[in-house]
């Protein structure tokens, strides 16, 4: 099987210059723990004999790991007040902030079968969109509160809604005898809590706990 040489960018609306300037929608590409990548050869373009990549045609996976992302730690399950009464309202409440993942919407790789590095460049060629959403089923009143959780609690960054851009370059160089993959696709914000209700006494019950997620930039993935 030919090698591939890929290389994945994450990021926001982000034109196919990523060339022309930093584009705040978009991470510089991110390479992966043993991929078959140069040292410090990505992003960067040499002259010479050039390797463009190949459409991959593997499944393209909804939660791809990014490079040194972990788990945070669980968090607290209590306010800080210490009231007698509580007004009654349902909650929203962030248990732990999950690492972080991407949505894949282009694959491509690149083989290098020489006995020296190579450069290789790639340009995503399809686009996607990735939603807001839970592990289990919500109404879009819900999913907004949880949406201004995460804004308020994690980061302000994500949206509702991403589309990934076409024509986002990236390049660096291929070892040699090896190959590497780039992904392209969104990045989302991941958290586990729950939404419960708050009685008058204060305490909480009628909890229901999930995974929620929601896109926030694009970018490009080597591994």
Request: charged share 20%; hydrophobic share 35%; glycine share 10%.
């Amino acid at each position: 099987m030919a090698g591939v040489t890929g290389l994945l960018l994450v990021g926001g609306v982000a034109s196919a210059s990523a060339v022309e300037g930093p584009n705040p929608n978009i991470d510089p590409p991110a390479v992966s723990e043993g991929a078959a990548v140069e040292p410090d050869s990505v992003p960067g373009f040499a002259p010479g004999e050039v390797v463009t990549g190949t459409d991959s045609e593997a499944p393209l996976e909804e939660d791809l790991a990014l490079p040194g992302a972990t788990d945070g730690p669980e968090l607290a399950d209590q306010d800080n007040q210490v009231v007698d009464y509580c007004t009654p309202t349902t909650l929203v409440k962030i248990t732990k902030n999950l690492k972080n993942t991407m949505s894949v919407k282009y694959s491509t790789f690149v083989t290098n079968n020489k006995s020296y590095p190579v450069t290789f460049r790639f340009s995503s060629k399809r686009s996607g969109t990735t939603s807001y959403g839970a592990s289990v089923s919500l109404s879009t009143e819900f999913k907004l509160m949880w949406l201004g959780k995460v804004e308020a609690t994690v980061t302000g960054d994500v949206q509702k809604s991403w589309t990934s851009e076409l024509g986002v370059d990236t390049s660096g160089k291929v070892k040699a005898h090896s190959t590497v993959k780039g992904n392209y696709g969104i990045k989302k914000e991941n958290v586990y809590g729950y939404i419960g209700t708050r009685y008058s006494n204060c305490e909480i019950g009628n909890k229901r706990y999930m995974k929620f997620w929601a896109p926030y930039r694009e970018g490009w993935v080597l591994n």
